[in-house]
């Protein structure tokens, strides 16, 4: 079953904490964070390892994430990229040395942001490459998990307003100048399973 990022909070309230079976993937695009844990996803609302600088960080003030014609040539584009590319790649490595269940997950979600700036460079290093094409490629890749972040419940709440401003404008650029549709752009959502672990000879003996 496939759950909002705004829906899960109360959709989780619904499920005991001693209940088994369930099974949670973090869906973000073409990123998956699978075998999400109901602790995990039960800590990210109160999470007070959560960094309220990731957001900036990553997007706020990356113009290369969301800014028209800042960029025009290729030459422009890749410090910006690389700059990224590499504060992801650190974040990445501090988050998965920790080793706390939700910095994990943040390091999922960073890394992939780091891929995507990785090809979006990789792209622009071509003769004749086309920044609006790679550029375009790159935020809508990196849109659903900077959606994410975004509605992240222990973000300031003026980062919160500021960011979601920027990615409003940046679904405009890429819809009116990079070769964008808004069917390419994908909310992130968590896919939520249940399985019973009581087998059917377990059920009849029970029901006998």
């Known amino acids: 079953m496939r759950i909002a990022l705004s829906e899960i909070w109360n959709f989780t309230e619904l499920i005991a904490a001693s ?6 993937e973090l869906v973000a695009g073409e990123l998956r964070v699978k075998d999400v844990a109901l602790d995990t996803l039960h800590a990210l609302r109160s999470d007070a390892k959560y960094d309220t600088e990731l957001l900036p960080s990553v997007f706020t003030f990356r113009e290369i994430l969301w800014q028209p014609n800042v960029f025009t040539e290729a ?17 990445t490595e501090l988050y998965r040395e920790k080793g706390q269940a939700t910095l994990l997950l943040y ?15 990789k792209a622009l290093e071509e003769e004749q490459a086309d920044v ?9 890749a990196t849109f659903p998990i900077i959606k994410f972040f975004i509605h992240h419940p222990q973000n300031r709440l003026d980062y919160h307003r500021d960011a979601l401003n920027r990615l409003n404008y940046a679904v405009k650029v890429m819809l009116t100048q990079f ?17 019973s672990d009581v087998s059917v000879e377990e059920q009849i003996v029970e029901k006998s």
């Open 107 to 121: 390091a999922a979600l960073l890394s992939g942001i780091g891929e995507a700036t990785h090809r979006a460079a």
């Open 132 to 140: 609006k094409k790679a550029l375009g490629t790159l935020r809508t």
């Open 19 to 24: 209940e088994q079976g369930w099974t949670l």
């Open 179 to 195: 070769y964008g549709r808004y069917t390419e752009l994908r909310d992130p959502f968590w896919q939520v399973q249940f399985t």
């Open 75 to 91: 030459s422009q584009s890749l410090p910006a990229l690389r700059i990224l590319a590499s504060h992801c790649e650190e974040l």
